[in-house]
């Protein structure tokens, strides 16, 4: 029975309805396309393309699973057969094993070994999404829902079931609501942790102490001048000239400014000298290069015999090389006797 060429790529899963009227097929390279089909092969409904590799009916045809698992994400959806709608999303990643209860209100996902050997373990969900229970296990090989026999599971409605309570086991595996975390500050050792700031490290508005130059003198922060000079007082157009201020007397400060020349002469960095530009490499003598050459040829010639004597085969080129040997080294000579 041929499938219809919708997608190009392989099939990943195919399932029969338990009506027997009907299948379902996931095809074509990801994102599959998952389709149902009559007995004839002829398409019912077409789902569109989605990242999944499993399809599944409940007993009762009356919900269909579609799902990705192994290297998928591991969503699974929930459609109702009747309305082709969907009904829910379950997310259960590291999925294994995927199984309708006999009923067909609950799926059963599971984690196994080998194929997982980390949170092995079970989870059961109510066909309209809530998780119901969940049994985590050390190692976990197999795992099955207990048959019922044929016919005695409740039909479903014309509605879906409503999902019962959760097991206390689903409160214990939510996780812990993540505390805020704390502003993080300036990085301190530590050693310095937990103590006050040292006022060297505070500025002067916040409690430190004053700044002090390497001249042993205390600045302090000038106050704002409107006039923008910085210095003297602010002279109004029209007004009688502020009286002079009185001059200091012959001699004095000079003794200050001295020394503070004296010092500022002793502070002054004397730049040192520029190294001299070394001096350009002597160009070699034309017959030592040549002496140089000759010796690698020969060198090279060697190789070669050494090449020839081990039976390698060897280019005309080599061949050639080896012949004016003789040639080479009576150059060789006569430029070592002039030399």
Known sequence: MARPTYKEGPIHDYTWSPNSKEFGVIYGYIPAKAVLFDQRVRP???????????????????LVALAGFGNLAGKIEVYDRRTLVKVTTIDAPNTTWCQWSPCGRFLLTATLSPRLRVDNGVKIWHCTGPLIHVQLEEELYQVSWQPIPAGT???????????????????????????????????????????????????????????????????????HRPNGR???????????????????KPGHGQGKKKGKKDKDKAEAVVPEPEPEPAAAPA?????????????????????????????????????????????????????????
């Open 283 to 339: 160009e070699p003598d034309p017959t030592v290069k040549k002496i140089r050459n000759l010796n690698k040829k020969l060198k090279a010639i060697d190789e070669l015999k050494q090449k020839l004597a081990r039976g390698d085969k060897l280019e005309v080129t080599q061949v050639q090389k080896i012949d004016a040997e003789n040639e080479i080294r009576k150059e060789l000579a006569t430029l070592e006797a002039q030399s």
């Open 44 to 62: 019912i409904h077409d789902f569109g393309s989605h990242p999944i590799n499993f399809i599944s009916y409940n007993p009762q045809s009356r």
């Open 153 to 223: 599971a409740a039909p479903f409605g014309q509605t879906l079931p409503v999902a019962p309570a959760p097991t206390p086991s689903v409160a214990l595996l939510a996780p812990a609501k993540p505390a805020a975390a704390k502003p993080a500050g300036a990085y301190r050792p530590p050693g310095a942790r937990g103590l006050a700031t040292p006022s060297i490290f505070k500025r002067e508005d916040e409690g430190g102490a004053a700044y002090v130059s390497s001249n042993g003198t205390t600045n302090h922060p000038q106050p």
């Open 230 to 248: 910085g210095g003297g007082p602010r002279h109004v157009p029209g007004a009688p000239s502020p009286a002079p201020s009185p001059s200091p």
